[in-house]
């Protein structure tokens, strides 16, 4: 990880940001050698899927297991029809 001092990172900040962005690697600003921020480049964080929010939605017919099972049968069996 470079560190740049504060009055270098002060003058090229825009493109120091740039590479940033670029690369994924990030830097530390530092004065007189002791490191002040570290600049990592954004990134957007995912929503977490929350379980059970359709829950109460809907609902699932009792016979949903054997809705078209004689269709789905007679489709895998190679019946002609």
Same mark, same amino acid.
């Given at each position: 990880?470079?560190? $740049?001092?504060?009055?270098?990172? *002060?003058?090229? &900040?825009?493109? &120091?940001?740039?590479?940033?962005?670029?690369?994924?690697?990030?830097?530390?600003?530092?004065?007189?050698?002791?490191? &002040? $921020? *570290?600049?990592?480049?954004?990134?957007?964080?995912?929503?977490?899927?929350?379980? /059970?929010? &359709?829950?109460? *939605?809907?609902? $699932?017919?009792?016979?949903?297991?054997?809705?078209?099972?004689?269709?789905?049968?007679?489709?895998?069996? /190679? *019946?002609?029809?």
């Amino acid at each position: 990880m470079e560190k $740049v001092n504060i009055y270098d990172a *002060k003058t090229n &900040l825009s493109k &120091l940001v740039q590479e940033v962005a670029r690369t994924g690697e990030p830097f530390v600003i530092a004065k007189n050698g002791q490191a &002040l $921020v *570290k600049v990592v480049a954004y990134q957007e964080a995912q929503p977490k899927r929350k379980m /059970g929010f &359709l829950q109460g *939605k809907g609902s $699932v017919p009792k016979d949903f297991d054997d809705l078209n099972a004689a269709e789905i049968e007679e489709m895998f069996a /190679g *019946k002609e029809a």
